[in-house]
């Protein structure tokens, strides 16, 4: 029944045909059960049946909502609204960036008002005006509407075009926890940067202090699910509420009153949004396998649990969280009791749970982390096992901090250090192995190789409890995954041996390479992030970067810089004189000083030969062409002010092939480009991403044979366009894209170029 009504609620909020085929196949499922006087497929049936129709009760109401037609327009328009959503604040090397969900209570747009209690995602650059902004607050500003991904129930994205205007605060009982909650920020306000930003995520999912490199290494390590609101928060919490209760003599309901207060605390204390009911929904069941309700037995909470939280809320369905959640919470109640039965033999019991907790969970959701990101991590096992011990003790302490930050300061300034010196430990374990070889390893995100690993993941936690009976086995089989994470995975025909141009795998952002020797490279944008980047130079044997040409100053083409600079000898640095002359260009030109990197600006006609490879820049833009841009907000005059650069690659046999980069160009953009006189090419790096913005007649004149998107997987502008990718394959071109394959490369004479992924 729990699976029918996810499966329901997913194809409900589709709307359309999707919620069409799900009412057709909840009725058959009643026929069915009716037919054979079955009360299984009956409840299925009803199940089915329900979740289409409360899905598509809420997936019409936005689709019918005036503001969905005003975000597909792109309009502007001024909002007022409450914050309903804790703000998320992205520190990076560039800028910041903040988000958080708000309640829309009133929109103006095209000389009419609306109004609506439908959700939208704010975000802006940040700023102290926006720093300052909590939940609960009412605000007024002027945004840029655009359409949301619908893996939840939003009605557009709102792009800030200024500082808010802060209309009232909160009420009192979130002005009494957003006390609570910066009262534990200032317990450990005195703490190294990386604790300091850690304990508040551990505790309460507050993640504003993470820097971007700090994230990278979590996400590589398998560790993120630690700085987000989760069941085993709410575990760990109780664990030792019933400690501390029995310690001071509580029994029966008066134990039971303290748990249930925990709970109310904690979903209170995380701010009660649905990820925070989803975690405390799952913390309960895992924490209730730990008892009697084990493998089937436990199953029964689980399904439980899933169908209210998919009825409450239809949106939860399409959630990539909620699913990892299940998942995890069903690999904790079907596997964890039995290993820790078998671990306990001849470890000490807690911390024999603690570890068969961290690996149920770890295999239960491999295969659907594989699918969402398209890696493995070999790392991320004992990545997790190293710090688990170090994340009860963090999150308790934390706990304690906040609970004591308000009427007792100083008192919760002990426990938030010592809370620190926990999370300084997680982040030493982060940062050792996510330099590791193993710890990013590309995994094709298609079926075959998706059951492959589902059946590996199966085998292996048939085959635990006998290898965890003795320490040995189980020290073997540690010193083995060392082995294999610090060796470094083995991809059999990759790179290919003879491989000309390559479109790195980072995710949203553009990072190519043209191969200028064995170990060198010339390389165009560097991605958004160190950590992907350099995962692709390390794929690929480069060690050496002698020009690094920059586009632009969008973060999503030079955010991975130190990637670069701390892998590669790195000679000459291209950059753009067009900029948005804020934080981003004062940390490209800061970075490149500290790495003693020669920094030199473009102009149009530079050339630049290095060894293999010759670098033309066909257009460097004028600072006159770009009236506006921010660091937050890319503008079309910034993305047409992307230098344009021909390289030229000449292979061992004399055979060159040439590939032309032209940034995020838009159509103004790529129509200069044409009047100036496109050169003819062989591979075409598709600009901005593939979006829908293009100049047919440019691409067309390239000539290319090979175009190369370099995209972000499900990303939330819809890139690449189909329309884009349809014009590229009229003029005759073969499209790759990095979401689909992962890194991409170019091989063999120009006359029959092979193409090969790592993927």
């Known amino acids: 029944m729990a699976l029918g009504a996810w499966a329901g609620a997913w194809l409900g909020t589709g709307w359309g045909w999707p919620a069409g085929a799900g009412a057709v196949l909840g009725a058959a499922a009643m026929v069915a059960g009716w037919a054979r006087r079955s009360w299984l497929w009956g409840a299925v049936g009803v199940a089915v049946l329900g979740g289409v129709l409360l899905g598509g009760a809420r997936a019409w109401q936005l689709a019918a909502s005036p503001v969905t037609g005003l975000a597909e327009a792109g309009s502007v328009a001024v909002v007022e609204g409450v914050v309903t959503g804790e703000p998320a604040e992205r520190v ?31 975000s802006s650059g940040g700023g102290e005006r926006w720093s300052a902004i909590v939940v609960g607050m009412r605000l007024r500003v002027t945004v840029r509407l655009a359409p949301p991904q619908r893996s939840d129930e939003l009605v557009a994205v709102a792009r800030a075009r200024g500082d808010p205007e802060i209309l009232a605060g909160p009420s009192p009982p979130l002005a009494v926890i957003e006390r609570v909650r910066a009262g534990l920020r200032q317990s450990v306000a005195e703490l190294a940067p990386e604790a300091r930003a850690l304990v508040p995520a551990l505790v309460v999912g507050d993640t504003r202090g993470l820097d971007d490199d700090l994230s990278a290494a979590f996400r590589a390590t398998g560790l993120t699910h630690l700085t987000a609101v989760s069941g085993a928060n709410l575990t760990l919490l109780l664990a030792f509420l019933g400690v501390a209760s029995r310690w001071v003599g509580l029994r029966g309901w008066w134990l039971r009153g303290a748990s249930a207060a925990g709970i ?19 913390g309960l069941v895992a924490l209730a396998s730990l008892g009697r309700a ?57 911390a024999a749970e603690a570890l068969t907790i961290t690996m149920a969970a770890q295999l239960a959701t491999q295969p659907a982390i594989a699918a969402l990101s398209g890696q493995v991590s070999l790392v991320s096992l004992p990545a997790n096992l190293v710090a688990g011990p170090l994340v009860g003790p963090a999150t308790v302490l934390g706990f304690l901090a906040a609970g004591l930050a308000v009427p007792m300061p100083a008192l919760a300034a002990v426990f938030g250090w010592a809370a620190g010196w926990c999370a300084l430990g997680i982040v030493h374990v982060a940062r050792i192995l996510a330099a590791a070889p193993g710890a990013q390893m590309s995994w094709p995100a298609g079926g075959g190789s998706l059951a492959v690993l589902t059946l590996a993941c199966v085998w292996m936690a048939v085959a635990l409890p ?54 060198a490279a010339v390389m165009v944008d560097t991605g958004p992030e160190p ?199 009229n003029a005759g071109m073969r499209v790759f894209r990095t979401d689909l394959g992962g890194t991409v490369a170019v091989s063999g004479p120009v006359d029959r170029l092979t193409v090969a992924s790592a993927g």
């Open 264 to 282: 109310v605390a904690f979903v209170a204390l995380c701010r009660g949004e649905p990820s925070v009911v989803r975690a405390a929904a799952m």
């Open 531 to 729: 950590a992907l980047v350099d995962a692709c130079l390390r794929s690929l044997g480069i060690a050496e970067v002698p020009v690094l040409v920059l586009t632009h100053d969008h973060a999503d083409h030079i955010g991975g810089l130190d990637g670069v600079l701390s892998r590669t000898v790195a000679g000459i640095v291209l950059v753009n004189e067009v900029g948005s002359g804020g934080a981003a260009r004062r940390a490209i030109a800061a970075t490149l000083d500290d790495a003693g990197v020669e920094r030199r600006t473009a102009a149009t006609g530079d050339v630049l030969s290095v060894g293999a490879v010759t670098v033309q820049v066909v257009d460097a833009p004028s600072p006159a062409l770009t009236a506006s841009g921010s660091d937050d907000e890319e503008s079309a005059d910034e993305n047409d002010a992307s230098l344009a650069v021909l390289i030229r690659q000449t292979d061992g046999t004399g055979t060159t092939l040439a590939m032309l980069c032209a940034g995020d160009r838009e159509p103004a953009g790529q129509a200069r480009l044409l009047a100036r006189g496109v050169p003819k090419v062989d591979v075409l790096a598709v600009p901005h991403h593939g979006s829908r913005r293009q100049h047919a007649p440019y691409l067309a004149t390239t000539g290319a044979r090979v175009a190369l998107i370099s995209v972000g997987e499900d990303n939330p502008y819809g890139h690449p366009a189909r329309s884009t990718v349809a014009t590229l394959e």
């Open 92 to 122: 990076g090397a560039w800028g910041t960036t903040w988000s958080a969900r708000v309640r829309l209570e009133t929109l103006q747009a095209r000389g009419q008002q609306w109004k609506t209690g439908q959700e939208a995602l704010l």
């Open 294 to 350: 084990r493998g089937r037995a436990g199953m029964r909470p689980l399904s439980v649990a899933v169908t209210m939280l998919v009825v409450t809320d239809p949106w939860m369905s399409r959630s990539w969280g909620f699913a990892l959640s299940v998942l995890a919470t069903g690999g904790i109640v079907w596997w964890s009791g039995r290993w820790a039965d078998r671990l306990a033999a001849w470890l000490w019991r807690p």
């Open 466 to 519: 006998r290898l965890l009976a003795t320490g040995r086995r189980a020290v073997t089989i540690l010193l083995a995954l060392a082995v294999v994470a610090l060796v470094g995975p083995v991809h059999p025909g990759w790179p290919p041996g003879d491989w000309r141009v390559a479109a790195c795998d980072v995710g949203q952002g553009d990072a190519f390479l043209i191969r200028a020797g064995p170990r």
